[in-house]
């Protein structure tokens, strides 16, 4: 089955910037989504089609996806930018998650 | 507005069924795939499966085939997830989401609150 690996976790400072890689077999071939879930809440899609931000969704956030690898940027990042961010990309018809990274704002 | 709104809690013993439904309002319920995501806890985001209310075509990750069954009552615009055969490991939030065209990498933009599950003897 298709899998998608993804860091843990990740430390930021106020004002920087986080990146969160997304490793798939050749997932550049196909449309990688993130996530971002905050703890009680439902998720929020922040980025499809590898690069496109929804409406409503700061200009900091951004994306790509090439050969194996998707990434999601967040720049300047904020307190409010702590979460667990998760790519998802489909296999067929399966859709297929990663881990999960958590990103903390020191 | 546009929603996704999810049936209560539920508890459940070991070995029986649980259903949780998601009605959705404020689109064309047809144009939406339903998907259903859980999250046990402790743990990272994990799909369980997706309907396509339009033609009623269903799809399942491995796990959970042969024990989840998905439906959809278009004339009340809600989707159902069944899950048969309860394990103490089933016990996780579960969302429904939508996704218009699943594959096409449009991503879930709407979900539902979230069901909690809880099965325990």
């Known amino acids: 089955s298709y899998e998608l690996s993804q860091p843990p976790s990740v430390s930021v400072s106020p004002g920087q910037t986080a990146s969160i890689t997304c490793s798939g077999d050749?997932?550049?071939?196909?449309?990688a989504s993130w996530y971002q879930h905050k703890p009680g809440q439902s998720p929020v899609l922040v980025i499809h089609?590898?690069?496109q931000r929804p409406s409503g969704i700061p200009e900091r956030f951004s994306g790509s996806n090439s050969g194996n690898t998707a990434t999601l940027t967040i720049s300047g990042t904020q307190a409010v930018d702590e979460a667990d961010y998760y790519c998802?990309?489909?296999?067929?018809?399966?859709?297929?998650f990663g881990a999960g990274t958590k990103v903390t704002v020191l | 507005q546009v929603q996704l709104v999810q049936s209560g809690a539920e508890i459940k013993k070991p070995g029986a069924s649980v259903r949780v439904s998601c009605k959705a309002s404020?689109?064309?319920?047809?144009?939406?795939?339903i998907i259903w995501v859980r999250q046990a806890p402790g743990q990272g985001l994990e799909w369980v499966g997706l309907?396509?209310?339009?033609?009623?075509?269903?799809g399942f990750a491995l796990k959970f085939q042969g024990r989840v069954t998905l439906t959809r009552d278009t004339s009340l615009t809600t989707a159902y997830m069944e899950l048969s055969r309860l394990k103490s490991e089933d016990t996780a939030v579960y969302f429904c989401?939508?996704?218009?065209?699943?594959?096409?990498?449009?991503?879930?933009?709407?979900w539902g609150q979230g069901t909690t599950v809880t099965v325990s003897s």
């Open positions: 989401a939508r996704e218009a065209f699943y594959g096409s990498g449009n991503g879930m933009d709407v």
């Open positions: 404020g689109f064309t319920f047809n144009t939406y795939d």
């Open positions: 309907m396509s209310p339009h033609s009623g075509n269903t």
């Open positions: 050749r997932l550049g071939n196909k449309y």
């Open positions: 089609h590898d690069s």
């Open positions: 998802q990309a489909w296999d067929s018809s399966t859709g297929v």
